[in-house]
């Protein structure tokens, strides 16, 4: 079956570090598309940063310049940079892997930014 696991979640302060990782199994990971996306406490759930199977990323403009996605296809794994955390990051990220008419996700990593 086709799990997508999230860690790397946890405490930081406003400026601080973090790296998430997405490992997955059960799929050609190579084939897929890949997003991470936050949700943070009643709000909705955002798209963060996304990358192609070719290795072209998007990003949102609230995370441009700080996030850094990108994949490591020999370790089936998905990784999220965070620097420069700010207190508005706080949220339960969650990964997603997708191709056409299929998507597959995490059931997340929570992130807290607190002084």
């Known amino acids: 079956q086709v799990q997508l696991v999230e860690s790397g979640g946890g405490l930081v302060q406003p400026g601080g570090s973090l790296r998430l990782s997405c490992a997955a199994s059960?799929?050609?990971?190579?084939?897929?598309?890949l997003g991470w996306y936050r949700q943070a406490p009643g709000k909705q759930r955002e798209l963060v940063a996304t990358?192609?199977?070719?290795?072209?990323?998007t990003y949102a403009d609230s995370v441009k310049g700080r996030f850094t996605i990108s994949r490591d296809n020999t370790k089936n794994t998905a990784y999220l940079q965070m620097n420069n955390l700010k207190l508005e990051d706080t949220a339960v990220y969650y990964c997603?892997?997708?191709?056409?008419?299929?998507?597959?996700w995490g059931k997340g990593t929570l992130v807290t930014v607190s002084s």
């Open positions: 997603k892997a997708g191709v056409s008419g299929t998507d597959f």
């Open positions: 990358i192609t199977r070719g290795g072209a990323t």
């Open positions: 059960g799929l050609t990971f190579s084939m897929y598309g």
